[in-house]
């Protein structure tokens, strides 16, 4: 079935530093979407990609779909305290499955 | 709107033992599905339903069973705990199936916490 890579696992930043997270899958993805989990709290839906080299913002958040569909990258500019959490690719599951594939996510950790 | 309640929020169990979760939602979603999470694991995919009276097997349905007999609710359920069940049961639930563009995704309840020992 569908495989989602996500790398790093863990990335600690000081407040103000930026961060990025990216995500891989296997075979071509018809979208991808992107989830961010505080500690303690269940995943919150951010945004989907669909278009191949498609880049949408939010604010100080910036994600990429890539040309060939297959990686996509989360990108924070000066990261804030309310940032931290574990951020989340997910992509179609594949295989007559109709739900979504998720990556292990990255624990971003911020220190003032 | 509620979104999507899970209940209870955390249970103990004894191996062996046997509970039912369960997941509502008040947003007329078609599509519900119950994810675990491990420590390093991410989320995986147990099971899902694609309507009403429908279920279907995810990444990891083994020792689950599930049941979709109302549209607005989605119960999961063991039949004999394990301690490899020990887990954060999350259910998600939302208009269109993975593969459909959206600008909504899933939405998550909060969680239940089942230890398992």
């Known amino acids: 079935g569908q495989q989602v890579m996500q790398i790093p696992q863990y990335q600690h930043v000081q407040e103000g530093e930026d961060f990025t997270t990216y995500c891989n899958s296997s075979?071509?993805?018809?979208?991808i979407q992107w989830y961010k989990q505080r500690p303690g709290g269940h995943p919150v839906f951010l945004i989907q990609?669909?278009?191949?080299?498609e880049v949408k913002k939010q604010k100080r958040l910036t994600f990429q779909f890539g040309e060939a569909k297959k990686n996509s990258s989360l990108h924070i500019t000066a990261t804030q305290t309310t940032d931290v959490g574990t951020y989340f690719c997910a992509g179609p599951s594949g295989g007559g499955a109709d739900g979504l594939t998720f990556g292990k996510g990255t624990h971003l950790i911020i220190q003032p | 709107n509620a979104g999507v309640t899970q209940t209870p929020k955390f249970r103990v169990l004894k191996t062996g033992q046997s509970m039912t979760l369960l997941c509502a939602q008040d947003?007329?979603?078609?599509?519900m599905y119950w994810y675990r999470q491990d420590p390093g694991m991410g989320l995986r995919l147990i099971h899902y339903?694609?309507?009403?009276?429908?279920?279907a097997k995810g990444e990891v349905p083994d020792g689950y069973n599930v049941s979709r007999l109302k549209k607005q609710n989605f119960l999961l359920g063991l039949e004999s705990a394990a301690p490899s069940q020990t887990s954060v049961y999350f259910c998600?639930?939302?208009?269109?199936?993975?593969?459909?563009?959206?600008?909504?995704?899933?939405?998550f309840g909060s969680g239940t916490r089942l230890t398992v020992v």
């Open positions: 075979t071509t993805l018809s979208n």
């Open positions: 947003m007329n979603h078609e599509y």
């Open positions: 339903s694609v309507g009403e009276g429908t279920t």
């Open positions: 998600a639930s939302s208009y269109y199936g993975g593969a459909t563009f959206s600008n909504y995704g899933y939405t």
């Open positions: 990609l669909v278009k191949s080299g």
